[in-house]
Nanobody
Framework: QVQLVESGGGLVQAGDSLRLSCVVS????????LGWFRQAPGKEREFVAA????????SHADSVKGRFTISRDNAKNTVYLQMNSLEAEDTAIYYC??????????????????WGRGTQVTVSS
């Protein structure tokens, strides 16, 4: 079993920054590919970013490229999502997810085996 706990969400204004964190326990952290997804009100959950086991390879959705950055600290069992220049359209619940068997970061939700409960990010315009 793998447990993921997100934190760092909140209410901010457009143009502000936030950093989300996700602490992973229950399995060797460095063996997991990790991803961030989000679900806005009335919409389906969508891919935001993913990162390889070593942190050397990452992938970001087009909608967040240049504004969001995923990173990980294997010594702290933590994956981060740095979000800059936030927009009202970024308002959503943000979820952290772990892929325990993949070999590269993927945007496909079904590839991820474990999910956190999410953290709310609200951006006021």
């Amino acid at each position: 079993q793998v447990q993921l706990v997100e934190s760092g969400g909140g209410l901010v204004q457009a143009g502000d920054s936030l950093r989300l964190s996700c602490v992973v326990s229950g399995r060797t952290f460095s063996k997991c590919i990790l991803g961030w997804f989000r679900q806005a009100p009335g919409k389906e959950r969508e891919f935001v970013a993913a990162i390889s086991r070593s942190g050397g390879i990452s992938s970001h959705a087009d909608s967040v490229k240049g504004r969001f950055t995923i990173s990980r600290d294997n010594a702290k069992n933590t994956v981060y999502l740095q979000m800059n220049s936030l927009e009202a359209e970024d308002t959503a619940i943000y979820y952290c997810a772990a892929d325990i068997s993949g070999v590269e970061p993927r945007a496909v939700q079904s590839r991820y085996d474990y999910w956190g409960r999410g953290t709310q990010v609200t951006v006021s315009s």
